[in-house]
């Protein structure tokens, strides 16, 4: 096949490892947030299917945003700079090695995925910190996902080299790729050999060794597919780091091997679980005694219980309700106090508004029991209740 390499003025078509190079200003126009630079040639990426744009300097001047328009690369930049000045120009190198790694491990996985079961991809994201989403039109299931990945990464490890190159109209007529849209005119193929063929304008490696690895950290349903999000490379490497990290001061607090802190964690939570239910069973019996030891009266009960939850509160309300006008129990809060007040004789939704202006509180209910929050202190609600005298 004729590999013709069209428009050698973007130098990412032919070489995206170069992130340094000479160039002549060929535009300058005033625009909307500073001067549009155009360049006889330039290694800036202006962004594009899925892939954000490139950053970078042109002589030392910070460019604030790098675009297409009109089928020119657009420099966005502070200052003006004259046409037919030679320029320096600088890409941020590792930004767009962990982007190059990103958008190359997208092709690996998705060619796999697209060979093994079929799948096309609906659309495609390399986001903040190069994380990768890639959309699927039908369901991928998490064993294909296993083993989808393992072979990527064997890709990856066998060096395959990536081809990028501009068939000829007929050639491409006669050619099998992936590709999310229709295009007009000329057309780039990336290509990696027994792994994928897509149509891609973005800058690739040579080979697949430089993506360094594969990693996919979320699946979810999608639209009737799956959402895969994945990392590649440096920014696999980083993630790898954060958790190891994180396994490594489990392991130090649970005093387990590293290789042992899911069994260790799983252990503490359900020893974690089995005091919570001794505690709810002591808070019960306590709360029973309380209750039994509680004496009728014509007015009302107000009940403090520093460990009592919403549901014993409501059980202390319902209980304590046959002895009284009117049972309140409340408990500390995060900010003030949670409490449950009913009756058997009195409209709690009518007294309600009054218990609530006099603690600073809120909350409702039904007719026989409200349930709410108050801020007064708690000795003034206490002394509120001693004195309250419930009218329907």
Known sequence: MEQRSIDHSRI????GMQTEFDAT???CEQSEGGYAVRLDRTAFFPGGGGQEADTGEINGLRLISV???DGEVVHLSPDAIAVGTAVSCRLDRVPRLRKMQGHGGEHILSGIMH???GTENAGFHLGKNEVVT???RTPVTDA???EAEAEANLVIAENIPIKAYFPTP??????????????????RIVEIAGVDVCACCAPHFESTGSIGSIKIIDAVPWKGGTRITLLCGLAAYGDHAEKHDSVRRISVALSAKPNEVAEAVENRLAKAEEAKRSLLSLARAMRDIKIECTAETDGCICIFDEFADAEG????????AKKCEVAIAFAPAKTGFTYAAASAKHNMRTLAPVINKALSGKGGGSETMIFGSFTAERNDAVAFFERFKPQD
């Open 144 to 146: 294909q996902l296993r």
């Open 313 to 320: 509160l409501r059980d202390y309300a319902n209980r304590l």
């Open 115 to 117: 060979r093994l079961f």
């Open 170 to 187: 007929e050639e491409l007529a006669g050619m099998r790729f992936r590709s999310k849209i229709d295009f007009e005119g000329e057309v």
């Open 25 to 27: 200003v060929t535009a």
């Open 67 to 69: 675009f297409e328009k």
């Open 12 to 15: 990412y078509y032919e070489n």
């Open 134 to 136: 890639v959309d699927t």
